[in-house]
């Protein structure tokens, strides 16, 4: 069965600090991996997606992630963090073949101006 | 231009009621699919349509029904309405045909609160 974990719950930085946010993941084939952000009143969007090639991917606003297939990882970095970014992000991996998304439980960004 | 949208944005109802949630979506897709997020956040899918036919059927209590009239809406029946329904419930659409490497939008989510 698929699963994700995301340890982080609440993360708190000031603006231009560095940002990595954890995801590991649980499933015995090949994954297509996600980042979605929710801003405060305001739908799920997607952040950025790793399907297969480069391991490092980046999205929009400055977001990369990395795919370490050994660690069953792919955490979410940003190199300096901006008030704006304040909102919850969610992991999701879905295992190829199936057709749906496992989701984390979030991680609660705040940044501080 | 409201890409996925969902009616009511608040619901807050009885125990025991049946209540209705709607959702459509303008992007011409072909999947839709209804997750529900509970207190701790923690998002779960729970029926996924392509094509106006069931293809995920999540184990969910059978007071829970999706019905799809056409391939712009999934609308969600939730019969005798249980404390424990209280949730976030989020709508989505993808373009494919809800495979994995389907990108999903989501809509704003309907807050259903069962008193």
């Known amino acids: 069965a698929q699963s994700v974990s995301q340890h982080n719950h609440h993360v708190i930085l000031s603006e231009a600090a560095s940002l990595e946010l954890g995801c590991n993941y649980s499933?015995?084939?090949?994954?297509?991996l996600f980042w979605y952000v929710q801003y405060p009143g305001q739908h799920l969007q997607l952040l950025l997606k790793y399907f297969s090639g480069d391991p490092l991917v980046k999205g929009i606003k400055g977001f990369e992630a990395e795919f370490i297939k050994s660690k069953f990882s792919f955490n979410l970095r940003k190199p300096s963090v901006q008030w704006s970014d304040t909102a919850e992000y969610f992991c999701?991996?879905?295992?190829?073949?199936?057709?749906?998304?496992?989701f984390g439980t979030g991680t609660r960004l705040k940044v501080l101006a | 231009d409201t890409a996925v949208s969902q009616t009511p944005k608040y619901l807050v109802t009885q125990m025991g009621n049946d209540k209705s949630i709607k959702c459509e979506q303008n992007l011409g897709h072909d999947t839709m699919y209804w997750y529900k997020q509970d207190s701790k956040k923690f998002l779960k899918i729970m029926f996924s349509y392509n094509n106006k036919e069931l293809i995920i059927n999540e184990t969910v209590p059978n007071r829970f029904s999706p019905k799809s009239p056409d391939k712009a809406h999934l609308n969600l029946h939730i019969n005798s309405l249980e404390l424990g329904d209280s949730a976030v419930y989020f709508c989505a659409s993808s373009q494919g045909s809800g495979g994995a490497t389907d990108t999903q939008y989501f809509g704003p989510g309907t807050r259903l609160t069962v008193l």
């Open positions: 499933y015995g084939g090949t994954v297509n």
């Open positions: 999701a991996v879905a295992g190829s073949g199936t057709y749906k998304y496992i």
